[in-house]
């Protein structure tokens, strides 16, 4: 008969001792209940097959260890203490924990509990840096885990084993005198040390003087335009050539934005004079903002307006505007010009911004 045979005819025994299969169950939780069995039976090769199978289960022994980096500091010094937990793979571990003291030790860091995976189950370590001060021998004492490896009810415990310190503390030669405290020492700085410095200050140095450059160069000196000196007064100038603009008959022609054009020229120069600011080169809206200031009509100053917004809408809009429309730009920079050559003109206009 073969020995697999004979393992199920002591499982068949076993079973009918202890009363059904559930009842079996619990008698067969431990393979050598069943190897009990066999060798009541006289049957030592199942009883050796079991005894086998036992040892296999249980061949991964789980332990507890706790490691030093070594035994003797003097007061304050860190010592490395490593704790591991050798285990089943399925096995619970309940892991103590520490706050700022192990037994008499402060603890000064910890870290994180790990697990990390081997051929025969896992390993679980955490590590700490612990210290004394004060002198002395000291025991570092068996640190306790609890184990649950789910195989029954049971709570297994492994431990640690005691650790032996000795903390020393610093030699002080009593039989003599104190000594006063020692004066600083000059540290001599070689081109080593001083490179970067002078690296450091020379960029320093040309950001500067770049800064300086730009900051202090001359800017070209605008040109500011001169007023010519007129023969006769400006507005007799101006109604001439706003009556020359008119027999040209520019815009009748199609040319509009010409026509535009020299009324705008004619207005400024006309302003440039009788009031003195530089109106040649400003934009519609600086003359606009500057002839608000004036002591003008809301008549005159509503005619002069409509000038220089209407040419502009002719030269950078290109809007067509109404024959009445170009007709009545003329009419408002004649109508202006006689409105305000007898009104008293500053004091040395002809020569401000000049």
Avoid at 208 to 214: A, D, E, L, R, S
Avoid at 298 to 308: G, S, V, Y
Wanted: with cysteine; hydrophobic share 40%.
């Amino acid at each position: 008969m073969s020995w697999i045979k004979r393992s199920a005819l002591c499982v068949e025994c076993c079973a009918k001792k202890s009363g059904g299969f559930q009842s079996m169950c619990a008698f067969l939780k431990s393979p050598l209940r069943v190897g009990f069995c066999a060798i009541a039976r006289g049957d030592l090769g199942v009883c050796f097959f079991l005894v086998l199978t036992f040892f296999s289960q249980n061949s991964i022994s789980q332990t507890a260890t706790a490691t030093l980096d070594r035994n003797e500091i003097r007061i304050g010094e860190p010592i490395r203490l490593t704790l591991n937990v050798d285990a089943m793979m399925n096995t619970k571990i309940s892991w103590p924990q520490f706050a700022d003291k192990i037994d008499s030790f402060d603890v000064t860091y910890k870290s994180v509990v790990d697990s990390i995976p081997n051929e025969k189950g896992k390993t679980i370590s955490q590590t700490f840096n612990i210290t004394a001060f004060d002198s002395g021998n000291y025991e570092l004492k068996p640190i306790v885990f609890l184990l649950d490896t789910n195989d029954d009810d049971q709570i297994d415990t492994v431990k640690t084993k005691t650790q032996l310190i000795t903390v020393t503390t610093v030699e002080v030669d009593t039989t003599k005198g104190i000594r006063p405290i020692k004066g600083l020492m000059e540290v001599s700085i070689g081109w080593r040390e001083r490179l970067p410095w002078i690296i450091g200050g020379g960029i320093v140095l040309l950001i500067g003087g770049v800064i300086t450059f730009f900051a202090t160069r001359k800017k070209p000196a605008q040109e500011i335009p001169v007023r010519q000196i007129l023969m006769r007064p400006i507005h007799e100038i101006a109604l001439e050539k706003l009556t020359q603009l008119e027999e040209e008959k520019l815009w009748q022609k199609g040319e509009e934005k010409q026509y535009h054009l020299r009324l705008s020229e004619i207005m400024r120069e006309y302003l440039d004079y009788r009031f003195g600011f530089i109106a040649i080169e400003a934009t519609t809206e600086e003359i606009i903002s500057h002839m608000s200031k004036e002591h003008l009509s809301q008549k005159l100053f509503a005619k002069l307006k409509e000038i220089f917004e209407s040419g502009d809408l002719v030269k950078f809009a290109k809007m067509n505007l109404l024959p009445d429309e170009h007709h009545r730009c003329l009419t408002n920079a004649v109508e202006f010009v006689n409105g305000t050559f007898n009104q008293s003109q500053p004091e040395n206009a002809a020569e401000k911004n000049a």
